[in-house]
């Protein structure tokens, strides 16, 4: 049973930072493409990093491009990302998901977590 946890998530003030972690286990991690959704109030949720199992390719939305890293622990099976220069725009819950991708796209293909939310105040 493959299993994902979220964490890091918070309130910060605009201008501000996080930064997140997904702890997956149940599977061979290092073979999963993985990636970090949101999913705003009212809204669809959206791809916003993602990155191959080795970590030699990612992906970012024009919207955090910039702002957030994404990387990777495979000895420890974690997901990060970094997240500076927050805006308000920015609050979300937060989703670790498996994904397929390239350096322009990133699907969603599956998703074990519950999320963190991310609150950030003007």
């Known amino acids: 049973q493959v299993q994902a946890v979220e964490s890091g998530g918070g309130l910060v003030q605009a201008g501000g930072s996080l930064r997140l972690s997904c702890t997956v286990s149940?599977?061979?991690?290092?073979?999963?493409?993985m990636g970090w959704f949101r999913q705003r109030p009212g809204k669809e949720r959206e791809g916003v990093s993602c990155?191959?199992?080795?970590?030699?390719?990612?992906y970012y939305s024009d919207s955090v491009k910039g702002r957030f890293t994404i990387s990777r622990d495979n000895t420890k099976n974690t997901l990060n990302l970094e997240m500076n220069n927050l805006k308000p725009e920015d609050t979300a819950m937060y989703y670790c998901?498996?994904?397929?991708?390239?350096?322009?796209?990133?699907?969603?293909?599956?998703?074990w977590g519950q999320g963190t939310q991310v609150t950030v105040s003007s």
């Open positions: 990155i191959t199992g080795l970590g030699d390719t990612t």
């Open positions: 149940g599977m061979p991690f290092h073979v999963l493409n």
């Open positions: 998901s498996a994904v397929t991708m390239s350096t322009l796209s990133c699907r969603e293909v599956n998703s």
